[in-house]
C-alpha cells in the first residue's frame, strides 16, 4: 500500500516567493495533519483536518500560511510571501478513524518536504 | 514551561547496554501516551503506545506515571539498530479530535 506522499521532497527558494506544498493522505484516512520540524523547536503541529475540514489551525504561524484540503485525497500548505525563518522540514500525517469517535492515535507520515528559503 | 519535554541527549552506550529515556508533561489532562522513533533525516514512526499497566514489546518498555506526569523507556540489550531520536508523544482529547504534542525528541547513539 502506497503510504501518505508529499512532494516536493525538497523546496530552494527565495525569500518573498510562494511556497506550495502538496500532500496526498493514506486511503480511507479520515484525519490529515500538517508539522514542521526544527532542531530547536522541534515538531510542531501547525494544522489538522478532520474529513476535509479544517478542525484546528492555532498552530499556524501566521497569515502568510494557509492550508486546504478540496478533497479526500490531497492537501496543500502555503507560503506567502516565503521568509528565511520558514526554512523547516514540513511533514504530512494521515490517520485513521478509531471507535470512540477519537483520532486515529497512530499517525503515519510522509517523508516530508526540505524547504530552504534563502 | 514546555508541554512535553525530554533530555535531547545524545544517549551514547555499548552495544548490549540498558539505556532509558524519561519524558515529563504539564498538561494533567492528557489522555494518552506514545513513544515514536525518529530515524536521521527520516520521518516519525510509531515505536509504541503507553499504558497505565505499562507495556512491553520485545526489548522495549513503556511506562506511564500519572501522579508525576511522566513517561519512560526502557530500551534493553540495545542494538546498532536502535540508534536513532526517541520522540515522545502525548495526546489531549479535544472538541476536534486526540491532539497530539511532540517532545523534541531524545537522541540516543548505539556503538560497538
Known amino acids: 500500500d502506497a503510504g501518505v506522499i508529499q512532494s516536493p521532497r525538497h523546496e530552494v527558494t527565495e525569500m518573498g516567493q510562494e511556497v506550495t506544498l502538496r500532500c496526498k493522505p493514506i486511503?480511507?484516512?479520515?484525519?490529515l495533519f500538517w508539522y514542521r520540524q526544527t532542531m530547536m523547536r522541534g515538531l510542531e503541529l501547525l494544522i489538522y483536518?478532520?474529513?476535509?475540514?479544517?478542525?484546528?489551525d492555532s498552530g499556524m504561524p501566521e497569515d502568510r500560511f494557509s492550508a486546504k484540503m478540496p478533497n479526500a485525497s490531497f492537501s496543500t500548505l502555503k507560503i506567502q510571501p516565503s521568509e528565511p525563518r520558514d526554512s523547516a522540514v514540513y511533514f504530512c500525517?494521515?490517520?485513521?478513524?478509531?471507535?470512540?469517535?477519537?483520532?486515529?492515535?497512530?499517525?503515519?507520515f510522509g517523508s516530508g518536504t526540505q524547504l530552504s528559503v534563502l | 514551561r514546555k508541554e512535553v519535554e525530554q533530555d535531547p541527549g545524545p544517549f551514547n552506550v555499548p552495544e548490549g547496554a540498558t539505556v532509558a529515556f524519561n519524558c515529563t508533561y504539564s498538561?494533567?489532562?492528557?489522555?494518552?501516551f506514545f513513544w515514536y522513533r525518529q530515524d536521521c533525516r527520516k520521518e516519525p514512526k510509531l515505536l509504541m503506545s503507553?499504558?497505565?499497566s505499562g507495556n512491553e514489546d520485545g526489548r522495549f518498555t513503556a511506562q506511564l506515571n500519572r501522579a508525576s506526569q511522566y513517561i519512560s523507556l526502557l530500551i534493553r540489550d540495545s542494538k546498532l539498530s536502535d540508534s536513532a531520536t526517541y520522540l515522545c508523544?502525548?495526546?489531549?482529547?479535544?472538541?476536534?479530535?486526540?491532539?497530539?504534542?511532540f517532545g523534541t525528541g531524545t537522541q540516543l547513539k548505539v556503538e560497538l
Open positions: 483536518f478532520n474529513n476535509n475540514v479544517p478542525i484546528d
Open positions: 486511503s480511507g484516512h479520515d484525519y
Open positions: 508523544v502525548v495526546g489531549i482529547l479535544t472538541g476536534g479530535g486526540n491532539k497530539l504534542t
Open positions: 503507553v499504558y497505565s
Open positions: 500525517a494521515s490517520s485513521p478513524r478509531q471507535g470512540g469517535g477519537s483520532t486515529g492515535e497512530k499517525l503515519f
Open positions: 498538561n494533567s489532562a492528557s489522555q494518552s
